[in-house]
């Protein structure tokens, strides 16, 4: 990996307070590891609610039910840039599969936010999370430990899986498969 790519993604990653995954490290790198959990190991539901940058409310029944896949981002961050085509097309291609997406972002105002979903042809909402609760609540069931960290949902809305860092689509697509293939 070139040291512009390391630099590149050190710069996205910010610090959760989880640090269960990393010993005496603040952060992950965002190296684009895969964690990913068995029916037996899901543990809490995860339940998140707030404002989109268009200012609609973002309610969790809309979500339940569904595979969701989350991601946080922020419009500067390098990795966010590059994974967005691919988010995009997979959300495309799951649509009217029972897939939702839904994004968090720390970091921008409406205006930035709103220009790379533009750019980026993001047609699912993302919380505006400048107070960090969206990121709090999934602190208890998941570690989010980088930006960008992209989370799969089953239907129960538990974690079945986990990318830190900037995710390829083919992961993405294998995931949300195999979120899918679980029995409801």
Do not use: H
Not at 44 to 67: F, I, T
Request: a negative charge; hydrophobic letters at 40%; one cysteine or more.
């Amino acid at each position: 990996m070139s040291a512009l790519a390391v630099l590149s993604l050190a710069a996205c990653a910010e610090d959760s307070g989880n640090n269960g995954d990393v010993v005496n490290q603040g952060y992950q790198s965002g190296d684009g590891s895969v964690r990913t959990w068995t029916v037996d190991e899901r543990k809490g539901n995860v339940e998140l609610s707030g404002v989109d940058y268009a200012g609609d409310s973002v309610n969790w029944s809309d979500y339940e039910g569904n595979v969701v896949v989350i991601n946080t981002w922020y419009a500067a961050c390098p990795p966010c840039r590059v994974e967005a085509p691919a988010l995009a097309a997979v959300e495309a291609a799951y649509a009217d599969q029972g897939v939702k997406f839904l994004g968090i972002n720390r970091t921008d105002d409406s205006g930035a936010a709103q220009a790379f979903e533009r750019e980026f042809d993001v047609n699912w909402p993302s919380i505006n999370d400048e107070s960090g609760s969206a990121i709090a609540s999934l602190a208890g069931v998941v570690p989010v430990k980088a930006v960008p960290t992209t989370i799969v949902l089953d239907r129960q809305s538990r974690v079945t899986a986990r990318v830190l860092g900037q995710v390829d689509q083919s992961t993405l697509d294998t995931l949300v498969r195999e979120a899918l293939a679980e029995e409801g």
